[in-house]
């Protein structure tokens, strides 16, 4: 009998000085999102927590001892497209400016709401699809800008929820992704439909990387969680 796989949920690092205000977003994050999360409270000690545990994002405050947050995430930047949201009471339309100029994926005011900020997060982390167009499994090759792929030379026809899917498994083979996690790929707008319309998907994107002579074993489906791409 197959045993369904794990998928680890996303870690989250907080950046933030108050303790209360850290407290409550783990709190949230934790319990509502059910991520993992990590805290620091000085700018300086930031980027090297981020190094060390490699978060899916970061919620980052703007004012921090030892280092402002634009700085952390200018920083952060210079090394990582891991989304970033800044927090912060200044409202001025010039921070706002600043920040996003410096790379962060999005804005929260305090005072806020923790349910919004959770829910902040997991649209943030929905929308990050950072594939680059490579992929380390032999013979696929993904062209992003192109919008084209082919595997061992030869071209697959791909529609355009067949080329978002096969991209979104072949950005980390061997990974498993659960449905929902392959519909917020394929349907950005966050249309609800059922779990059998990325079964179809699937099921005709086997076809095609079949009639170039790969066979269908390259997408393994994984009982009770979705699919992943074969290493």
């Not at 209360?20 to 977003?25: D, Q, T």
């Not at 806020?112 to 594939?131: D, N």
Request: aromatic content about 6%; glycine content about 8%.
């Amino acid at each position: 009998m197959n045993t369904p796989a794990t998928i680890l949920p996303a870690t989250i690092l907080i950046v933030e000085d108050e303790a209360k205000i850290a407290s409550l977003l783990r709190d949230y994050l934790q319990k509502i999102g059910g991520y993992q999360t990590h805290w620091v409270a000085r700018g300086d000690e930031a980027l090297q927590v981020f190094r060390d545990v490699s978060p899916d994002l970061v919620l980052l405050d703007l004012m921090l001892p030892g280092m402002d947050g634009l700085e952390v995430c200018k920083a952060i930047r210079l090394e990582s497209r891991v989304p970033v949201i800044m927090v912060t009471a200044l409202v001025e339309e010039i921070d706002r400016l600043l920040g996003l100029e410096l790379g962060a994926d999005d804005y929260i005011c305090k005072p806020f709401s923790p349910r919004e900020v959770v829910a902040r997060v997991k649209a943030v982390l929905r929308r990050s699809q950072p594939f680059d167009g490579g992929t380390p499994l032999a013979g696929l090759q993904i062209d992003a800008e192109r919008h084209q792929a082919s595997i061992n030379g030869k071209p697959l026809k791909l529609s355009p929820v067949e080329f978002a899917l096969l991209s979104r498994l072949a950005a980390q083979p061997g990974r498993v992704y659960s449905r929902d996690q392959l519909m917020s790929t394929i349907y950005s707008d966050y249309r609800i439909v059922g779990d059998r319309t990325v079964d179809t998907h699937v099921k005709n994107l086997r076809r095609k990387l079949q009639e170039t002579g790969s066979g269908n074993d390259l997408i393994e489906s994984v009982y009770g969680v979705g699919y992943r791409l074969a290493t």
